[in-house]
């Protein structure tokens, strides 16, 4: 059968029209017997199955037309889509509607179908042999998706290296007020696929969140740095007694050393700062006494134990313009080194240490925030340090720190 043979629509029942004296109402039994009236029952009686010469009786036109209206009218309402509701004296009458038998509940839109023969149980009540058209299915508003939802997408055909694919999302909107969250799965052709979340505000601003292979993490376009990235260049939970180092930053630097520069170090408890070798160096002619006598004659010394010239002189003077001696066996060294290969390599401290020292770095740069800071130190020891410059090759400042 095709959907053109479907017969038209029955807009006017047989006999809408009819006179009243033309069409009678088709009662269940016959009012009374023999009389030749049709009724639900019998239909047309035995009666007027018997010519009239032997006693029968004719059928009434009447009668046919009010089967017809009354057979018409059931036709046309299931046309017009209806689904006749539950009947509790029907259900009983014809011994209880069959398994899979769909009616209509008391409240538009809800269906209910059977799931037992001869159910005369009403829909809805406790233990009733009725389902709900819908079971199963996730209505617009409430409900819980129990198991697993595949939503798919086509790439497109002619897709390029490089290009950026966003398949469908599933989008969680604010009502009204311009907020919205949307999920989507995102691919960037021949590199990976990021599980994408986009927040819009209700300017239209969004921003973006992506977890891409290995577990990156990008924000706005910019990735996003894990403690395990920074481990090459803040160390974790010291040991003696120390602290961790939290934030470091050269302070007024711009490329090259100069007296205004120093480390900025920021610790749990407090900032501290350490100074760049051009600081050091100007601090130290500001404050140093110019050549000349200054002392007028005479005896300034009070009595008492002091340290010898030889003493002194074997604390605190070297042979290296670049190493200086601290009281109590300790000592700074500051120098230059040049980084000209790629990677790293071991650098020799001016002078041996007694143990590893700390060394800070300072890089002359291009101006390259992330080229110019992109270095790290490793493998002290009392001699020695391994430095990788990664991406930037040139002149380096080292200040060093540590036991004489």
Not at 25 to 35: E, M, S, V
Not at 329 to 357: C, D, Y
């Amino acid at each position: 059968m095709k959907q053109s043979d479907c017969p038209a629509l029955l807009a006017t029942p047989i006999a809408q029209n009819a006179a009243a004296s033309d069409i009678a109402a088709i009662p269940a039994l016959q009012a009374r017997a023999g009389d030749g009236t049709a009724s639900l029952a019998l239909g047309f009686p035995p009666e007027t199955f018997i010519a009239r010469s032997a006693g029968g009786v004719p059928p009434r036109g009447q009668d046919m037309n009010g089967l017809l209206n009354l057979i018409s009218k059931i036709l046309q309402s299931y046309q017009a889509g209806c689904l006749g509701r539950y009947d509790s004296s029907f259900a009983q009458a014809i011994g209880g509607y069959p398994a899979g038998a769909v009616v209509s509940g008391t409240t538009p839109g809800t269906f209910w179908v059977s799931v037992a023969d001869n159910n005369v149980t009403t829909p809805g009540s406790a233990g009733a042999a009725w389902q709900n058209l819908f079971e199963g299915y996730l209505p617009l508003s409430g409900g819980t998706l129990d198991g697993s939802m595949v939503i798919q997408s086509a790439p497109p055909q002619n897709s390029t290296s490089g290009q950026y694919i966003n398949y469908n999302q599933i989008q969680f909107d604010s009502a009204g007020r311009g907020g919205n969250l949307q999920i989507y799965l995102q691919e960037h052709v021949g590199y990976q696929f990021s599980a994408v979340f986009a927040i819009g505000q209700n300017d239209g601003t969004y921003s973006f969140l992506g977890l891409g292979r290995g577990n990156t993490l990008q924000y706005n376009g910019q990735q996003v740095a894990f403690e395990s990235d920074l481990s090459a260049y803040i160390s974790g939970t010291p040991s003696g007694g120390g602290q961790t180092v939290r934030n470091m930053q050269a302070v007024g630097f711009s490329g090259s050393d100069s007296p205004g520069t120093y480390v900025q170090v920021a610790t749990p408890s407090g900032v501290f700062a350490l100074p760049s070798a051009a600081n050091i160096n100007a601090s130290l002619v500001a404050y140093a006494q110019p050549k000349g006598s200054y002392q007028p004659a005479g005896n300034y010394q009070p009595a008492g134990n002091y340290v010898t010239s030889d003493i002194y002189s074997s604390d605190f003077s070297t042979s290296d313009s670049r190493v200086v001696n601290l009281p109590y066996g300790h000592r700074i060294q500051m120098f230059t080194a040049t980084m000209n290969v790629p990677g790293g390599l071991t650098i020799t401290f001016p002078e041996a240490f007694s143990g590893p020292p700390i060394v800070l770095a300072g890089s002359d740069g291009s101006g390259d925030s992330q080229t110019d800071t992109d270095f790290f130190i490793s493998e002290r020891t009392a001699t020695s340090f391994y430095f990788n410059s990664r991406n930037n090759q040139g002149s380096f400042q080292f200040v060093a720190i540590g036991p004489r």
